[in-house]
T-cell receptor, first 115, second 112 residues
Framework: DTEVTQTPKHLVMGMTNKKSLKCEQH?????MYWYKQKAKKPPELMFV???????INESVPSRFSPECPNSSLLNLHLHALQPEDSALYLC??????????????FGPGTRLTVL | GEDVEQSLFLSVREGDSSVINCTYT??????LYWYKQEPGAGLQLLTY?????DMKQDQRLTVLLNKKDKHLSLRIADTQTGDSAIYFC????????????FGTGTLLAVQP
C-alpha cells in the first residue's frame, strides 16, 4: 500500500478565513512534505518534516503554518491567504528521511481557491 | 545550478513509442525519478533509477541514463490514450537532504 490521502479535495476560502488541509499516510514513513503547485508548473517544496520535526522551511510566508501531530498525520493551517495562494497543495511522504532510497509518494492534492 | 530541463510537449499516435527527455545538472544526484500527473490529480511515481545504472526496464517503461551528459529519458512502448498526462523527471538533490528537484514537465498527448 503506497497511499497518501488528503482532505478536502477542494477548498474555497476568503482572505479572512482560517482553514486547514490534512494529509495522512499509514505506510510507516518518517518524512512528510508539503508542496505547492501552480497550473502547468512543477511542484515547489514548502516544508519537510523528519521524524515529526520540521527540518526544511523553504521561506514560506507565515500565513502557512504546518503541523505534524504524529508520524501519520500532517496538517497545513491557512490564515489570511491571498488570491495568489490559489494552487494545488500536494502532500508527500517517504520512508527514511535523507536516505539514498528515500522515494517520495504523493497524495491526490487539495485544490485551493482563495477569493 | 539546479535546473532540470524537459521539452514542453510531445504528441504521438496510439500504439507508437514515446520518448520523453530530461537534462539535469547535479552530478552528485543518487536517484532520478519519473512521475506522471493526470489532469487535476497528484503525482504518481512511475519508476526511478540509481545513478550507477544505465538502464532500467519495467513493463512498457524503459529508463535510460547517460550520466556523462546528465541526460535521462523515459520510453513508453505501445503508448495508449491513458498515458496522456504531464510527465516530470526529478533528481534527488545531493547531500543529506530530502529535496527533489523537479523538471519543467512534458505534456504527452496521445492521438487515437
Amino acid at each position: 500500500d503506497t497511499e497518501v490521502t488528503q482532505t478536502p479535495k477542494h477548498l474555497v476560502m476568503g482572505m479572512t478565513n482560517k482553514k486547514s488541509l490534512k494529509c495522512e499516510q499509514h505506510m510507516g514513513h518518517r518524512a512528510m512534505y508539503w508542496y505547492k503547485q501552480k497550473a502547468k508548473k512543477p511542484p515547489e517544496l514548502m516544508f519537510v518534516y523528519s521524524y515529526e520535526k520540521l527540518s526544511i522551511n523553504e521561506s514560506v510566508p507565515s500565513r502557512f503554518s504546518p503541523e505534524c501531530p504524529n508520524s501519520s498525520l500532517l496538517n497545513l493551517h491557512l490564515h489570511a491567504l491571498q488570491p495568489e495562494d490559489s494552487a494545488l497543495y500536494l502532500c508527500a511522504s517517504s520512508p527514511v528521511p535523507g536516505g539514498d532510497t528515500d522515494t517520495q509518494y504523493f497524495g491526490p492534492g487539495t485544490r485551493l481557491t482563495v477569493l | 545550478g539546479e535546473d532540470v530541463e524537459q521539452s514542453l510537449f510531445l504528441s504521438v499516435r496510439e500504439g507508437d513509442s514515446s520518448v520523453i527527455n530530461c537534462t539535469y545538472t547535479d552530478s552528485s544526484s543518487t536517484y532520478l525519478y519519473w512521475y506522471k500527473q493526470e489532469p487535476g490529480a497528484g503525482l504518481q511515481l512511475l519508476t526511478y533509477i540509481f545513478s550507477n545504472m544505465d538502464m532500467k526496464q519495467d513493463q512498457r517503461l524503459t529508463v535510460l541514463l547517460n550520466k556523462k551528459d546528465k541526460h535521462l529519458s523515459l520510453r513508453i512502448a505501445d503508448t495508449q490514450t491513458g498515458d496522456s498526462a504531464i510527465y516530470f523527471c526529478a533528481e534527488k538533490a545531493g547531500g543529506a537532504t530530502n529535496k527533489l528537484i523537479f523538471g519543467t514537465g512534458t505534456l504527452l498527448a496521445v492521438q487515437p
